[in-house]
């Protein structure tokens, strides 16, 4: 069989045009691509145009989407007025996109008052989403990063009516923002709010692994084989913890640590340190995930640039 023959009775690539090569008329007119949105309902009598005229615009998308095709993502539609539901219910902030499948498969989630459990289902401008009977909407993603005071609790309502983050970050944007993992009462420093449930899922999930460096004081001066101790790791009732690096801090007392760390367990800094017979006076967060306080006084906030976001993203 004649190879030539079978390449010459498949579709032309949208791309192709740029490559300068040749196809008959008769391939042409058969000719798919994937930047139309509409199929002509006849080509027999008006052949397509070649695929050099692919239209600018669609080019520049195909070529912002290259890098992702690489990576096995899907070729883009270039549908801008369609959007997955799964997508839809993560832009929302109601769940990762892992998360909202199941939920589709559940059928908790309707579009336009009908459930739907096919996975890949495409939501239009104008369908009414909704999740549990109640209306969702997908919101811009915002990614605020706070410098926590002392004396708030890391949560979005609290019944006994003790301050909360949440009053710190009221004003920073119009949508429901998150925080990503906790910070205690007395602890102070950085902590990031998101609408992003991918982002969130993904910087407090224990594969992930974000490091946080966080600043200590203590109730008394620090031995240099305690702080070997925490690096080698002390035995808790949750399992053995470890610190990846754990010094003094430069120009400080010998009460003042500096401890990096991975791990997402709870209160873990001031549990480790209680296990050697120390108390922390003071716990201070001054980097998480490669987010720094610069520039960041005490209670207030900042929306993280573009830069920091496409960082946090591409971070594994």
């Known amino acids: 069989m004649n190879t030539n023959n079978q390449r010459n009775r498949k579709p032309a690539s949208p ?17 798919s691509t994937k930047t139309s949105t509409k199929t002509p309902t006849s080509t027999a009598s008006k052949p397509s145009k070649p695929s ?15 890098e992702r095709v690489k990576k096995g993502d899907p070729l883009p539609s270039f549908n801008e007025n369609e959007i997955r539901l799964n997508k839809y219910l993560s832009n929302a902030g109601i769940c990762s996109r892992r ?33 549990d009977g109640e209306t969702i909407n997908a ?7 706070l410098n926590k005071p002392k004396g ?29 993992g906790r910070l205690d009462r007395d602890t102070t420093g950085l902590l990031l709010f998101t609408n992003d449930g991918d982002m969130a899922k993904k910087l407090t999930h224990p594969r992930y692994q974000a490091k946080k460096i966080y600043h200590v004081e203590l109730n008394k001066s620090v031995a ?23 010094d003094f801090v430069k120009d400080g007392s010998a009460r003042e640590i500096g401890v990096e760390l ?36 005490r209670g207030m906030f900042r929306h993280l640039t573009e830069s920091e976001v496409s960082f946090l993203k591409m971070t594994r």
Do not use: W
């Open 139 to 145: 919101e811009t993603k915002r990614y605020v990063l």
């Open 99 to 131: 998360e909202a499948d199941v939920l589709i498969q559940t059928g908790v989630v309707t579009v336009n008052g009908e459930i739907i459990t096919e996975l890949g289902y495409k939501v239009k401008l104008g369908d009414a989403v909704q999740y």
């Open 15 to 31: 791309m192709s045009g740029q490559k300068g090569r040749k196809t008959s008329t008769s391939s042409t007119s058969k000719k």
């Open 262 to 297: 991975h791990s997402g367990k709870n209160r873990i800094v001031r549990r480790m340190f209680e296990a050697l017979g120390y108390e922390v006076i003071k716990l201070d967060r001054v980097q998480f995930s490669g987010l720094t306080k610069k520039d960041l006084p």
């Open 224 to 246: 240099r084989e305690d702080l070997e101790k925490l690096i080698k790791g002390v035995d808790l009732e949750d399992g053995r913890t470890r610190f990846d690096v754990a």
């Open 52 to 66: 050099s005229e692919v239209k600018a615009r669609d080019k520049r998308k195909y070529i912002d989407f290259k």
């Open 152 to 180: 708030f609790i890391t949560t979005m309502d609290d019944p006994m009516g003790r301050k909360t983050v949440m009053g710190l970050v009221r004003k920073a944007c119009r949508e429901r923002i998150y925080p990503v």
